[in-house]
């Protein structure tokens, strides 16, 4: 697979394969669009396995993202024995190690994908801490562009993030309206854009 998409992306603009492999392949619009920008047709395979070894050192920081945000009265040092817990129980859930080290189509899948989820539920959280990146409406638009690239990366995924788009638009019908506008917004992004990759 990766040898695949190295070999499309040298045949046209990476605009131009990100179209045809939305409308003729797979519809994953930020999957792809981060399979085909940084595959083989570097010519340099030095930099392909850079590339795959730092998705592995993100993924593994936004593990102690989500755990610091979650738990923040944790001890660090029990923050970094869980969060290597949980990498260890990623790796040993791979069929291969390879999988989660040098195979691009799994890193970006489903590594990456998750990588993005794990900092999206940390902001969420401090999102309703009121612990926020700037300001709220700052917070608030970062929350719904993350979303937008999850929804993108994998089908299953995609429908995982509606699932708790929906729940989160239940949840506010309950609460005060401060933010159920924001929650009913993210509602409609989740439901446009898995539509968008559906079809």
């Given at each position: 697979?990766?040898?695949?998409f190295g070999y499309?992306?040298?045949?046209?603009?990476?605009?131009?394969?990100?179209?045809?492999?939305?409308?003729?392949?797979?519809?994953?619009?930020?999957?792809?669009?981060?399979?085909?920008?940084?595959?083989?047709?570097?010519?340099?395979?030095?930099?392909?396995?850079?590339?795959?070894?730092?998705?592995?050192?993100?993924?593994?920081?936004?593990?102690?993202?989500?755990?610091?945000?979650?738990?923040?009265?944790?001890?660090?040092?029990?923050?970094?024995i869980?969060?290597?817990?949980?990498?260890?129980?990623?790796?040993?859930?791979?069929?291969?190690?390879?999988?989660?080290?040098?195979w691009?189509?799994?890193?970006?899948?489903?590594?990456?994908?998750?990588?993005?989820v794990l900092?999206?539920?940390?902001?969420?959280?401090?999102?309703?801490?009121?612990?926020?990146?700037?300001?709220?409406?700052?917070?608030?638009?970062?929350?719904?562009?993350?979303?937008?690239?999850?929804?993108?990366?994998?089908?299953?995924?995609?429908?995982?993030?509606?699932?708790?788009?929906?729940?989160?638009?239940?949840?506010?019908?309950?609460?005060?309206?401060?933010?159920?506008?924001?929650?009913t917004?993210?509602?409609?992004?989740?439901?446009?854009?898995?539509?968008?990759?559906?079809?």
């Open positions: 697979d990766d040898l695949s499309q992306a040298k045949q046209a603009p990476l605009f131009d394969i990100l179209v045809n492999s939305y409308f003729y392949s797979n519809g994953l619009y930020s999957g792809s669009f981060f399979m085909f920008l940084f595959p083989i047709s570097l010519n340099e395979l030095l930099y392909y396995r850079l590339f795959l070894l730092s998705c592995f050192v993100l993924f593994c920081f936004s593990i102690f993202y989500f755990i610091n945000t979650v738990f923040p009265t944790v001890k660090q040092m029990e923050k970094i869980i969060s290597l817990f949980f990498v260890l129980t990623v790796l040993g859930s791979t069929t291969h190690l390879s999988e989660a080290f040098y691009q189509t799994s890193v970006i899948y489903y590594q990456l994908s998750l990588t993005f900092f999206y539920f940390g902001s969420l959280v401090q999102y309703f801490q009121q612990i926020f990146i700037f300001n709220k409406i700052v917070h608030q638009i970062l929350l719904v562009l993350m979303l937008i690239l999850i929804i993108g990366m994998k089908e299953s995924i995609a429908l995982i993030m509606g699932f708790v788009a929906s729940l989160l638009f239940y949840y506010s019908q309950f609460k005060t309206k401060e933010n159920k506008t924001f929650l917004l993210q509602l409609i992004v989740a439901l446009v854009f898995i539509s968008i990759l559906v079809f």
